[in-house]
């Protein structure tokens, strides 16, 4: 039966995350995905925090929000999700594998949305399960945004058998520019995104979850790419990030970004000693696109 969580405010991610702590060894199995949404109205952006963000992720500030912002509004939406009891997998130890942002028409500060988020797709992975979490902003009925982010449920299980990677071309490489990322990175955007997880934060609890030491968010280095080519971004486009190793803070990595003639962008953050690849990126110009079927975008 599907219900729908209908929220009033921004919830307390950290109560969330504390829930999701101490329900985490209660979730595990077989139980498919529950046909939940969750959805809040009325949201209005304060144009503080805006431009708090803009400057921990290196966007100008404006009065347009940066895809990856709204992201970020429907972040504490997939939380309440993820700690809801029909919620078969547990929050503690996942992984955002890849996410894609499709940007219908630039969004502007004072606009009220409305945005809505569920959960889809679950299928075996190698390492566990992998699921889908779609999100939508509206403004009225008009969709202006939406996101596809995959997360990986480690150790967890399924009937069926994971799928390869698809084949694709190497990652874009060659000179770029060089970035420094001080110790307090993952700090400072869990101050901007409400995303407080301990392997973000600091060197002590991201050792204790298997890391040498402290990580950045995916979504700082999808926002920090993004904004390193703002100015040649299209009015309506499709962003796709796969997360492919940890970025290590403090750290050196390198932006790559390759411009097509169509208008197309190949980019990638690598690591500047070994030149591996740590997140790969593609922007794609689209005049109009529609919602997301079976995780594909289609015209």
């Avoid at 060894?25 to 708090?52: F, N, T």
């Avoid at 895809?67 to 996942?94: C, E, I, M, R, W």
């Avoid at 700082?220 to 962003?239: C, F, K, N």
């Amino acid at each position: 039966m599907s219900r729908m969580i209908e929220l009033t405010s921004t919830p307390a991610l950290v109560k969330l995350y504390a829930a999701a702590v101490a329900t985490s060894r209660g979730r595990g199995g077989k139980s498919p995905l529950p046909d939940v949404q969750v959805v809040r109205s009325g949201i209005h952006v304060d144009p503080a925090h805006l431009a708090d963000y803009d400057q921990v992720c290196g966007f100008a500030l404006r009065d347009e929000l940066p895809a990856t912002y709204l992201h970020n509004l429907a972040f504490p939406l997939q939380v309440t999700l993820f700690v809801d009891k029909g919620y078969p997998y547990p929050l503690t130890g996942s992984v955002h594998l890849a996410n894609r942002l499709i940007q219908h028409r630039p969004v502007r500060l004072a606009e009220e949305l409305t945005v809505r988020v569920r959960a889809e797709n679950a299928r075996p992975h190698r390492s566990g399960v992998q699921v889908d979490v779609v999100s939508q902003a509206h403004v009225g009925d008009e969709l202006v945004w939406e996101g596809l982010a995959t997360y990986l449920y480690r150790g967890q299980q399924m009937e069926g058998e994971a799928q390869p990677r698809p084949p694709e071309p190497e990652a874009v490489s060659g000179a770029g520019a060089t970035w420094r990322l001080p110790g307090d990175l993952g700090r400072r955007f869990a101050g901007v995104s409400g995303d407080i997880n301990p392997i973000h934060l600091h060197p002590l609890t991201a050792k204790a979850m298997g890391f040498p030491r402290a990580i950045v968010h995916g979504m700082w280095s999808q926002a920090a790419m993004l904004a390193g080519i703002e100015s040649r971004l299209p009015p309506a486009y499709v962003a796709d990030m796969s997360f492919r190793k940890p970025v290590l803070i403090p750290g050196t990595a390198t932006f790559v970004a390759h411009r097509a003639p169509d208008g197309s962008w190949d980019l990638a953050l690598r690591n500047p000693k070994k030149d591996t690849v740590l997140v790969r990126g593609a922007v794609t110009p689209a005049i109009a696109v529609s919602n997301f079927v079976n995780g594909e975008v289609v015209g």
